[in-house]
């Protein structure tokens, strides 16, 4: 019996906020979920919104990123109409820091090729970065600064998604799916703990979890967990305006004094384990970036699992079989590509033509698309 028009497998932020576009679109959705909505990577992120820094190059992936960047504003604005909360949404720049002559040239480049695009982007000497941000350490040769690289708080994100999907009639369902069920060569359900559940589309969101459930007919290490280790810090006063990075790592400065800081990248399987190694080589990250957070106390410690794929690439779109469409895979850059994954999904689902070319994100792309 066919209780929805889409079955949501997957109920991180890519997964709710499919089913938040499909429901308003008037279709029925479910989405099924085998713990809490949003607990796992979603939860586990720093909030980063930053394709200019996270960019090898321009190409299609670089322009999918900036155009999920450009509505972060409407989309926490209607987040906080739909439910009340406020996702801390913070248009504050990023700092992108060298500690070498070598890295210097290498962010110096960075900045050239953006401004080919028209991009904003600002190529700084140690002087001129400590300038930004007093408490940078004096041992930085420069820096680039990216201002229209942004924030948000992915756990305030997290629960802002799921009341909105809620609140516009998205049904949530907790099980285990082990696979996609199929008839007359379409997906026309899942296997949820031994009950097959009907619906006209499924839609895998299952991050990390995704090469576990059976029937999606997508390589079986196509999406791998990468484990990625995360330290809070607490400080009385705010000692950073902007993100800082470094080619080791990031501090993401929240506006009541908390020092998000990361991240490891680890192919351990499903371990979440946080390790002295890990913590030691994030910290080190810290004071060498902001010497001055020696005296802060560590408030929590935390692991997560990014959904990893060969080619760093996010599968978005239709799947192998038709009624089967795919919204994984998107690695470090899950909370930036919340809001244009939603779109484009939801318009394949609904047969309408995707606003943005997804062939570069197609199951069966070839190699060298990656920039």
Known sequence: MRTSDVLVVGGG?????IALRLRQAGARVTVLERSIPGAEASSAA??????????????????????SRALYGS??????????????YRP??????????????????????????????????GQGARELEPRLSPQAVGAAHFPDDHQV???????????AAARVGTTFKSGHVSGVVHEGGRAVGVDLDGEVLRAD??????????SLVQGVG????????????????QTRLPVLERIVTSAKGYLVPRADGRIIAGSTMEHVGFDKQVTAAGLARILDMALELCPELGSAPVTETWAGFRPWTRDALPY?????????FLATGHFRNGILLTPITAKLVAQSVLGEKPSVDLAPFRYDRGPGTRS
């Open 13 to 17: 932020l890519m997964g709710c906020g």
């Open 46 to 67: 720093a909030g980063i919104l930053a394709p200019q820094w996270e960019s090898d190059g321009p190409g299609p992936f670089f322009e999918l990123c900036l155009r």
């Open 75 to 88: 989309f926490a604005a209607e987040l906080r109409e739909l439910t009340g909360v406020d996702i801390a």
């Open 92 to 125: 504050c720049g990023l700092l992108r820091v060298a500690f070498d002559e070598a890295d210097h040239h290498h962010v110096e480049s960075t900045v050239g090729w953006q401004h080919g695009m028209g991009l904003r982007a600002e190529l700084l000497d």
């Open 153 to 163: 708080d992915n756990r305030l994100l997290v629960r802002a998604l799921t009341m």
């Open 201 to 210: 589309a499924v839609v895998l969101a299952a991050g990390s979890w995704s």
């Open 218 to 233: 997508v390589a079986a290490q196509a999406v791998r967990p990468a484990r990625g280790q995360m330290i809070q810090l």
């Open 316 to 324: 978005i779109g239709e799947g192998p079989v038709p009624g089967l």
